[in-house]
């Protein structure tokens, strides 16, 4: 199970299907406030449940991978229910948000609130079409942007994430970030909350890591379920 990050939706995931399905089953559930749930108002306990509904449908043991905002709804998700998973994995999620790091998360959120959606969009078009070649960068961008619950969505990670979530959860997990992704500043909290996690560090990607290196991160995740989720 692939989980996005804020702002955008499970077509985030475009680049790895083809590079997943052949090997595993994937399901890319949406967020609340995002994509087919735009319509409701995210909160970190919805959000678990839509993960927990979506991992209840698999008749397999399943291995939940989220990035950014869907790392942290995964790492409650793992909270709460870590026996019925076969792994975790973390991406572009270990700066505690507390101090230092939620400044990362206030940053985000007051930038959408002021620079309002239309130019949002504008501005991410523009940017990410920059940056990534068309055939990975269309089918993201055509799943569309979701702003509007933003702010709710960081005020809950804000309040409820943080590294100790961590404690109860036995299964395999990876941590798995791009090389210069600021979003890694608290990587040690989380390490010492998870001492038996692996860390995978891809070279030449940022916080967008699946969108930098799509097969590098697809591999990292099929390595990871087949090593130690399997």
Same mark, same amino acid.
Not at 99 to 104: F, V
Not at 126 to 141: D, K, N, Q
């Given at each position: 199970?692939?989980?996005?990050?804020?702002?955008?939706?499970?077509?985030?995931?475009?680049?790895?299907?083809p590079?997943?399905?052949?090997?595993?089953?994937?399901v890319?559930?949406?967020?609340?406030?995002?994509?087919v749930?735009?319509?409701?108002?995210?909160?970190?306990?919805?959000a678990?449940?839509?993960?927990?509904?979506?991992? *209840?449908?698999s008749r397999?043991?399943t291995?939940?991978v989220?990035?950014?905002?869907?790392g942290y709804?995964v790492?409650a998700?793992? *909270?709460?229910?870590?026996e019925?998973l076969a792994?975790?994995?973390?991406?572009?999620?270990?700066a505690?948000p507390?101090?230092?790091?939620?400044a990362l998360?206030?940053?985000?959120a007051?930038?959408?609130?002021?620079?309002?959606?239309?130019?949002?969009?504008? !501005?991410?078009?523009?940017v990410?079409r920059?940056?990534?070649?068309?055939?990975v960068?269309?089918?993201?961008?055509?799943?569309?942007?979701?702003?509007?619950?933003?702010?709710?969505?960081?005020?809950?990670?804000?309040?409820?994430?943080?590294?100790?979530m +961590?404690?109860?959860?036995d299964c395999?997990v990876l941590? +798995?970030?791009?090389?210069?992704?600021?979003f890694?500043?608290?990587?040690? *909290?989380?390490r010492?909350?998870?001492?038996?996690a692996?860390? !995978?560090?891809?070279r030449?990607?940022?916080h967008?890591v699946?969108?930098?290196q799509?097969e590098r991160?697809a591999r990292a995740?099929l390595?990871f379920v087949?090593r130690d989720?399997?």
């Amino acid at each position: 199970m692939l989980v996005h990050g804020s702002r955008l939706a499970s077509s985030q995931w475009a680049p790895q299907l083809p590079l997943l399905a052949p090997h595993v089953d994937v399901v890319t559930p949406d967020l609340p406030g995002h994509g087919v749930r735009a319509g409701e108002r995210f909160t970190l306990d919805r959000a678990v449940e839509v993960v927990q509904e979506a991992v *209840a449908l698999s008749r397999a043991p399943t291995v939940v991978v989220g990035h950014s905002l869907g790392g942290y709804v995964v790492l409650a998700h793992a *909270a709460r229910h870590a026996e019925g998973l076969a792994g975790v994995v973390l991406a572009g999620c270990t700066a505690t948000p507390t101090g230092p790091g939620a400044a990362l998360y206030r940053g985000v959120a007051a930038l959408t609130e002021r620079v309002g959606p239309r130019r949002m969009t504008r !501005v991410n078009d523009r940017v990410l079409r920059r940056l990534y070649p068309a055939e990975v960068i269309e089918p993201v961008i055509a799943g569309g942007y979701y702003f509007d619950g933003t702010p709710d969505a960081w005020r809950e990670v804000m309040t409820h994430c943080r590294p100790a979530m +961590l404690h109860g959860v036995d299964c395999p997990v990876l941590f +798995l970030h791009g090389r210069w992704d600021q979003f890694r500043l608290g990587i040690r *909290a989380f390490r010492r909350a998870c001492p038996h996690a692996e860390e !995978v560090v891809v070279r030449g990607a940022s916080h967008l890591v699946n969108l930098d290196q799509p097969e590098r991160f697809a591999r990292a995740v099929l390595d990871f379920v087949e090593r130690d989720a399997g």
